[in-house]
């Protein structure tokens, strides 16, 4: 088994920062990530892209290039094309790579894993043509493409805006964008306004989102309930109520965005524990002030620790690497609190305006804890939002009963699009809190592997108790 | 079909090319195979092992595995995280079939 100090996983702003702090202070780093390039999905393809792409991404995706020279000329590793499928307590980590599987050990282990879209389920939202937004923002980093004339945006968040604002740069034109935050949410997170302001910069950039928007007379529906998809074989038309009329718009794509939760498998193989987080409604690892999860050795830091952004994420970052250098004998306590001090203070002023975010685009409830019978919950093996209710009626009381019942989250995604739907669903009938209602049990390999992939194991002595 | 998706004119693309459903497909050196397929108008990729619905990319960051594909030959392969290569044989994955048993 190869052996390294310290293994960073994810190449996001998170990791990289770490990495680039560990190794700047003497750490030997190994930064693993499944993308080929760094830049994790905020700073997608930042050193490849062309520059009138960059210019149309604007600012805050071109700050990633600093860091990932940063990381380029800091001394660590970089592995790209490389998928994890196992982390346990021991900081053993299992990859697969060019379609063969290994082992490393490192006396430490930085998760960065990062977010993913909150997956909501919605009737019509398996046809082809129904994609999240941070999907399509994907495809125009990576792949300059955006979505032809008339598309869609539906839900509700920030990153909705800011998609649509990069759409109208690119001169698409936008259907229509229909917004899904309920109107009361406003109310509920004006108490949190002052403090937000103090990171104001955030809330200046939505308005003129809008503003811009608005000027582009993009028709924009506000309150919008009840968001279908219709169609046979791909999506025909979006379907939603707005001011109590049906209202029906046709179009071959439709973007979707509630939000974003921390993509937690890793960290949850890993057996770190974590809390239902009732303000971002999501899994949350438990992490001291270094990033330190509840396990020896394991230190999680970014969107993968709770939702906070790319800067936050670039901050915790530093801190976790900062830490992991400090427990690897390479920094002093004194120097590491003298340099992280700084971090601690911006990540905490940049965290201010996170409360108002997550209740002003609090998805509506209705959409999380009661979809219809027939929307599909599970999209890999086609379990409807009926069946699950069913099991729970049947007695099955927890997330990981209606799995063994239902198959629901036993697919190829492994839960990772319905698992917090069924816990929502098992919440509402059965009137219990989320930490009851439980969490999908996430065990290795977190990808899936051939059996050829994992009978190739070189050591598979070490790899036995995993 | 519509096509949902359109290339940015940009100056200096460099391309390769591919074959996605037997048709050659000039697409963008190291875009993924998912971004190749929705840049060639390709509507769906897989159908369902459950009920044989048609699915296309969908999360594009790995998480939600409905880009599977069968790629030089080879079935199952997460297209949203492989990139394209030179002379690629791009074709959809049939879920419920005598094939893939």
């Keep these: 088994m190869e052996h390294h100090e310290l293994i960073v996983i994810g190449g996001g702003p998170a990791g990289l920062a770490a990495a680039t702090a560990a190794a700047n202070e003497g750490a030997e780093c190994l930064l693993l990530d499944e993308q080929s390039t760094p830049g994790g999905q905020v700073y997608r393809a930042v050193q490849t ?53 290994s082992l490393l050990h490192a006396k430490r282990v930085i998760i960065a894993s990062g977010a993913m879209e909150r997956p909501v389920p919605f009737p019509g939202w398996t046809l082809p043509g129904v994609m999240p ?24 968040g920030p990153l909705l805006l800011l998609l649509a604002w990069q759409y109208l740069q690119a001169g698409v034109s936008i259907g229509a ?6 109107h009361g949410n406003f109310w509920r997170a004006l108490p949190r306004l002052p403090e937000a302001l103090l990171a104001h910069h955030y809330i200046i950039k939505g308005l003129r989102y809008q503003l811009q928007l608005k000027m582009a007379r993009v028709p924009y529906f506000t309150g919008v309930r009840n968001l279908r998809a219709t169609g046979t074989d791909s999506i025909e038309a979006v379907e939603f109520d707005h001011r109590n009329t049906s209202k029906r718009i046709e179009t071959s794509l439709l973007l979707t965005h509630f939000g974003v939760v921390p993509d937690s498998h890793l960290s949850r193989c890993a057996g770190c524990d974590h809390r239902w987080d009732s303000a971002q409604l999501c899994w949350r690892p438990q ?13 999680i830091a970014g969107d993968g620790a709770g939702i906070g952004g790319a800067v936050a994420a670039r901050h ?125 049990r996430i065990r290795p390999p977190i990808r899936p592997l051939t059996i050829s992939q994992l009978a190739a194991l070189e050591d598979m002595q070490a790899g036995g108790g995993a | 079909m519509p096509q949902r998706f359109r290339r940015l004119q940009e100056p200096d693309g460099r391309w390769v090319e591919v074959e996605i459903e037997g048709t050659k497909t000039r697409v963008l050196e190291g875009e993924s195979v998912a971004a190749a397929i929705f840049a060639s108008g390709l509507p769906w990729c897989r159908t369902t092992p459950v009920s044989g619905a048609p699915r296309a990319p969908y999360c594009m960051m790995g998480v939600c595995f409905e880009c599977l594909v069968e790629i030089n030959g080879v079935p199952n392969r997460q297209s949203c995280q492989i990139s394209v290569e030179q002379g690629m044989q791009i074709r959809r994955q049939p879920g419920a079939s005598p094939e893939y048993p």
Excluded at chain 1, 287 to 296: G, I, V
């Design chain 1, 316 to 440: 915790a970052g530093r801190i976790a690497g900062l830490g992991s250098a400090h427990a690897l004998g390479h920094v002093g306590s004194m120097r590491r609190d003298e340099i992280g001090r700084d971090d601690q203070r911006w990540l905490n002023d940049d965290l201010r305006v996170r409360p108002f975010l997550e209740a002003m685009f609090r998805p509506p409830p209705e959409l999380l804890y009661q979809p219809d019978d027939a929307t599909v919950i599970c999209r890999c093996e086609e379990i409807t939002a009926g069946q699950v209710r069913r099991a729970i009626q049947d007695g099955h009381h927890d997330t990981n009963q209606v799995k063994f019942l239902t198959r629901c989250g036993m697919g190829p995604c492994q839960g990772r699009q319905c698992n917090n739907a069924v816990g929502q669903l098992l919440a509402h009938e059965l009137d219990v809190d989320m930490m009851a209602a439980g969490g999908y």
């Design chain 1, 49 to 101: 892209v062309p520059e009138q792409r960059a210019r149309l991404l604007g600012p805050d995706y071109q700050a990633g290039r600093d860091l990932v020279t940063q990381f380029e000329q800091s001394g660590a590793r970089h592995l790209p094309n490389t998928t994890v499928w196992n982390l346990n307590g021991r900081c053993e980590v299992g990859i697969l790579r060019d379609g063969k599987t």
């Design chain 1, 177 to 182: 964008i229909l917004d899904m935050t309920p």
């Design chain 1, 133 to 156: 937004a941070g999907a399509g923002q994907i495809l125009l980093k990576s792949s300059a493409l955006v979505p032809a004339d008339g598309l869609v945006l539906a839900g509700s």
């Design chain 1, 287 to 299: 992490t001291d002030e270094w990033c330190n999860s509840s396990l020896a050795g394991i230190a």
